[in-house]
């Protein structure tokens, strides 16, 4: 591997990396859009000049069709938006100058005779406004305006929303961190009959405080009767449309011997400008196969036994889509996600982290990406001699928000992990541009991934033998989290045997799982089964461990009828409304979960496996996240049976299709 890393240290090129950042962070690439068509294209023709073999599949966006368990949405077509405060004939919003200024997905509308502009200055609280009159007008929020659409928007009258909220970061971001920027906001439209049909703006925070002044200025000359209106008056126009359409998907692929595939996948979707997010992820799957092909074509390493292929997608939208289709998952033997990773790490972006699969999907996949990033970061020689790295990397354990959760879904079975970037200053705003890339930190990312899939397409013994020593490693930094978990008080002296257990099952099955892909021989599977006990032996002996008695309080087992996670359980809880009350009930229970109740919903679906209890759930769930959540499972796991998307085994032989 060490050999094949250094080869790529040559053949990737940074420059042309940023090249392609710049191209692809051009097309204002809005899911479903004739935006993203266009970046699609662009990345097509490039693969095509490089020899690629490459193809464009489209699906169908339409609210009524289903992508395993996401629903579609309407193709979006922006021309042009405008916003203008006409009292001081200031032009506040223009789309063509900056995309992120309208709220994406707004629907069209032409106001630009003027109307009146409410400012809310009193938040997100509809008793507040019982005698203000909405309807007609166009409301100025401070704060995420989600929370306004239901009321200001559909109930009193309202047809537009002005917001310059800056979503904030603990540690990472404050409002005044990003006072000129703005921030991405989209709808996200259902097109349920008794939605509303409305648009937005944003303003950057600089701009939102000087209007939220002239507003105030305007209430209170009224107020002295100066003025004949307590509102300013605005005018503007959006020129778009929301129609039946499709997503597109970019494959490309250097083809290999046998029928099974090794998968790089990128999101190509954002607004334009969105560099790091995730144009860098799009620019290193391109040059993956680029410099893999080079190497091959001058014969310096080996052609792909397995099918290498790169696939440019919607995020989450065009994966649901592509997994879809039961010929594009199974085949894969592994895959690696690329999303945000080329920030410049002296300009308030993190390490380039590698997210660790889930513990419902061991796989030696997760060493295998780790040791990719070891080698990638042998960049340059210390004082003494030995090779270090000048990139800030790190490997932690596993987190959503992108979609190698939807590939390392055991109902899908393609363990994928990630590399991505944080902390990142310039997440999801107008100021994630071009500046904010550093070439040699996508270099490593691509030389990471470059090897990830290289390697996983030609896996042999040795490669083996290599993951092997790296997993002695990784096993090692789980038990000593695991100490110190203890030492911190964070796990509980009944936990600590379940915990230890959890972890001796996961690597003891990622062990095992080289058998998945290559002919190894028993007895070196059960040496390294053996390494892993004795591991976990010695740090049960070393806090004083006695194995406890696992108590189930739920026995109750229940199988999945669906693959896929579930993206949104809104849109389930609209599909199926018989189970209204199953999900309020839910999401009580849920809210009580705070931030890590994205992951906590996603490993709940991942151990409901038609194996486990209800109470076996909880623990394994409770094991990687470290929060107690028998009765948020309880109600998971009802829930989906209300919606019939899992049944209790001993009522049903119903399998996963």
Known sequence: MRQVSELLK??????????????????????????????????????????????????????????????????????????????????????????????????????????????????????????????????????????????????????????????????????????????????????EEDEPKTFGFVLSPKMGDWLAEQCTKQMEAYERKEKDTPYLKVSGKVDSRLYPGEIEVVEAVLPGETKEEVLISAHLCHPKCSCNDNASGVSASIEVLRSLKSLMDAGKIDRNKRTIKVILIPEFTGTFAYLSEKNHRENVVGAINLDMVGGRQTRFYGPITGTSLPGSTPSFINDLTSLCMDYAAEEAPNLSGKMVSKTNYTFESFSGGSDHVVFSDPTVGIPCCMLGQWPDLNYHTATDTLDVIDPEVLAFSCRTAALFVYTLANLNENHIREIQNKAHVNLSKRLAETAQHVLDGKLKAEQISHQLRHIKQYFTQSAEDYKRVYDIEDALIEKEKQWISTAVDQMMNYLDVEETEFKVQDDRVFERTYVGPINSLVDCATRYPQSKHLYETYQQKMKTMGMGAHTLETLMQFYLDGKRTVSEIAQCVQCDTLMECHDVVGAFVELLEGMGLAVQKQDSDELIS
């Open 10 to 191: 040559q053949a990737v090129e940074p420059k042309r990396l940023y090249t392609v950042v710049k191209e692809v962070s051009s097309y204002h690439r809005i899911q479903a859009s004739t935006g993203f068509r266009k970046a699609a294209n662009y990345c097509k023709e490039t693969l095509d000049q490089l020899g690629i073999e490459s193809r464009i599949i489209s699906y169908k966006a339409s609210p009524e069709v289903w992508y395993l368990q996401n629903k579609m949405f309407m193709e979006w077509d922006l021309k042009s938006a405008w916003l203008k405060l006409n009292d001081l004939d200031v032009m506040l919003c223009d789309a063509q100058t900056e995309p992120i200024s309208i709220i994406q997905k707004s629907y069209p509308v032409d106001f630009t005779s003027g109307v009146e502009l409410v400012y809310l200055s009193k938040g997100n609280h509809p008793e507040e406004y019982k005698d203000v009159d909405l309807k007609g007008k166009i409301i100025f929020v401070r704060d995420a305006f989600n929370g306004y659409v239901n009321w200001a928007i559909k109930e009193k009258g309202a047809i537009g929303i002005v917001t310059d909220f800056m979503r904030t970061v603990p540690g990472i971001r404050t409002r005044n961190d990003l006072y000129e920027s703005l921030n991405y906001t989209s709808f996200w439209w259902t097109h």
